[in-house]
């Protein structure tokens, strides 16, 4: 990130946060960094006053608002002051959100209240030695009895991999500001902008002859869905963004001719490409993402369905599996779909089907789009015939129905691609769709799950 400002937002006022207009990957931004300082960090009011600063001086500017941080917490030197500069800081951050991009990186800790802003932000960069939690190792032992370290319970590694609130990490502190910059080459600097056209003389209709071997001829073999992104992608470049969290879904950033877009890829590899709550949930915050920020999203199908299990239905399931079909119906931005192979039931619904509203449905002929296995709906259709009545009507149902043609002949499917065809095909259909405008309800913001 640039050294030189253009801008210093309120330069002379004592505390450990600065905020400037400076620049990264090229870009102009607003950064807010914390300082070595007394209380390791704390923040005052007046520390919380100059972030509420830089927010609003992003929303004004249209410029992208990148978080430094590494702080205690509020500072309990300036008593309930503090929590009100936090307060003010909150409230414009997330005036902020879909209007500007918010990206924080984490170099240290980031303890309580102001933890929080990190859950605010819209993409976030952790250091492996940085932690961040509302209530410290003390305070769960007072009430749980459970003695825990605290990168165990707050490290890069755990935000990584079990609560999803890191997308990146990084080795240092300029790592992680870089790996944001990285990002910031997909987004726009507002919402009322398209993204950056990048450079490449990757042919736009190159074909692609390697996918044909993609999909294993076993139907419960494995692949990694990230090779298909690669070779529609420019130059074979995507970036993957909380690859340790529900790792059953990648969600990444590539260019195709040139152009940005998201993608949402079930993945065999990880729980055969089924959906949980942390997949749905990554994935809808992934897509709104997009949404907000003018990118097109291609979803990439092979999924058998939701991940049965009694905890997962008590934990809420239902709810948070809506988040991502809410998050794709009420998404503008141009959509296209290809189905690889299983596309079954409500998993199949939820992954941008026509019927969510999709743009584009593209189907290779290795797609199964059923309500179900042929191994399942024979058992339910047949379950009184014997072994080898039951084996020929699962043969039957797959020679038949478990086809991309029938969906094809009923409109659900808008073409049945050749493999090799798959970065020509969706270049065409993202080109098409690039003049898209669709108008938005007069609403003040949607009820939809969390």
């Known amino acids: 990130m640039g050294s030189g400002a253009d801008l210093t937002t309120r330069r002379l006022v004592p505390g450990t946060l600065r905020a400037e207009v400076g620049d990264l990957a090229g870009r102009p931004v607003v950064v807010a960094r914390s300082e070595p300082g007394p209380h390791r960090g704390a923040l005052a009011e007046a520390d919380g006053l100059t972030l509420a600063?830089?927010?609003?001086?992003?929303?004004?500017?249209?410029?992208?608002?990148?978080?430094?941080?590494?702080?205690?917490g509020a500072d309990i030197h300036g008593g309930v002051a503090s929590l009100h500069g936090w307060?003010?800081?909150?409230?414009?951050?997330?005036?902020?959100?879909?209007?500007?991009?918010?990206?924080?990186?984490?170099?240290?800790?980031?303890?309580?209240?102001p933890a929080l802003l990190l859950g605010m932000?819209?993409?976030?960069?952790?250091?492996?030695?940085?932690?961040?939690?509302?209530?410290?190792?003390?305070?769960?032992?007072?009430?749980?009895?459970?003695?825990?370290?605290?990168?165990?319970?707050?490290?890069?590694?755990?935000h990584a991999s079990a609560s999803g609130l890191s997308w990146l990490t990084a080795h240092d502190e300029d790592h992680a500001v870089a790996l944001l910059g990285e990002v910031l080459r997909y987004l726009p600097d507002h919402a009322d902008e398209l993204p950056p056209v990048g450079d490449s003389d990757d042919p736009p209709r190159r074909p692609v002859p390697e996918l044909r071997d993609l999909v294993p001829a076993s139907p419960t073999a494995s692949y990694d869905v990230r090779q298909l992104v690669a070779a529609?992608?420019?130059?074979?470049?995507?970036?993957?963004?909380?690859?340790?969290?529900?790792?059953?879904?990648?969600?990444?950033?590539?260019?195709?001719g040139g152009r940005p877009f998201g993608v949402v890829a079930n993945q065999p590899r990880a729980l055969a490409g089924t959906l949980d709550i942390a997949a749905s949930q990554k994935g809808a915050a992934f897509v709104r993402l997009c949404d907000a920020?003018?990118?097109?999203?291609?979803?990439?199908?092979?999924?058998?369905?939701?991940?049965?299990?009694?905890?997962?239905?008590?934990?809420?399931?239902?709810?948070?599996?809506?988040?991502?079909?809410?998050?794709?119906?009420?998404?503008?931005?141009?959509r296209v779909c290809l189905v690889v192979r299983k596309a079954y039931g409500g998993a199949y619904i939820?992954?941008?089907?026509?019927?969510?509203?999709?743009?584009?449905?593209?189907?290779?002929?290795?797609?199964?789009?059923?309500?179900?296995?042929?191994?399942?709906?024979?058992?339910?259709?047949?379950?009184?015939?014997?072994?080898?009545?039951?084996?020929?009507?699962?043969?039957?149902?797959?020679?038949?129905?478990?086809?991309?043609?029938?969906?094809?002949?009923?409109?659900?499917?808008?073409?049945?691609?050749?493999?090799?065809?798959?970065?020509?095909?969706?270049?065409?259909?993202?080109?098409?769709?690039?003049?898209?405008?669709?108008?938005?309800?007069?609403?003040?913001?949607?009820?939809?799950?969390?």
């Open 350 to 450: 939820v992954m941008d089907s026509k019927g969510m509203g999709n743009d584009v449905c593209l189907a290779w002929p290795t797609a199964e789009i059923a309500v179900m296995g042929a191994k399942g709906a024979a058992q339910i259709l047949h379950r009184n015939a014997d072994a080898a009545a039951r084996l020929q009507a699962e043969q039957h149902y797959e020679a038949t129905l478990l086809t991309p043609w029938v969906a094809a002949e009923r409109g659900f499917v808008d073409d049945v691609i050749d493999p090799a065809d798959t970065r020509a095909a969706l270049w065409r259909a993202f080109d098409q769709l690039s003049t898209r405008r669709e108008r938005l309800p007069h609403r003040k913001h949607d009820a939809g799950p969390l």
């Open 232 to 256: 529609v992608a420019d130059d074979g470049e995507l970036l993957e963004l909380r690859p340790a969290w529900a790792p059953q879904l990648v969600t990444a950033l590539a260019h195709l």
């Open 121 to 158: 932000a819209d993409v976030v960069a952790m250091t492996t030695d940085a932690f961040a939690f509302v209530s410290g190792p003390a305070m769960v032992a007072a009430f749980t009895g459970v003695h825990v370290g605290m990168r165990d319970l707050g490290g890069a590694r755990v």
């Open 293 to 334: 920020f003018n990118l097109p999203i291609l979803t990439v199908v092979d999924t058998p369905g939701f991940l049965p299990g009694k905890d997962l239905e008590w934990r809420g399931m239902i709810r948070h599996g809506a988040e991502l079909a809410f998050a794709y119906a009420e998404a503008t931005v141009p």
């Open 87 to 113: 307060g003010r800081a909150a409230a414009a951050v997330a005036r902020c959100s879909g209007v500007v991009p918010v990206l924080a990186a984490l170099s240290g800790p980031a303890i309580s209240g």
């Open 53 to 72: 600063a830089a927010a609003d001086l992003a929303l004004a500017e249209g410029l992208p608002l990148v978080l430094v941080l590494s702080t205690s």
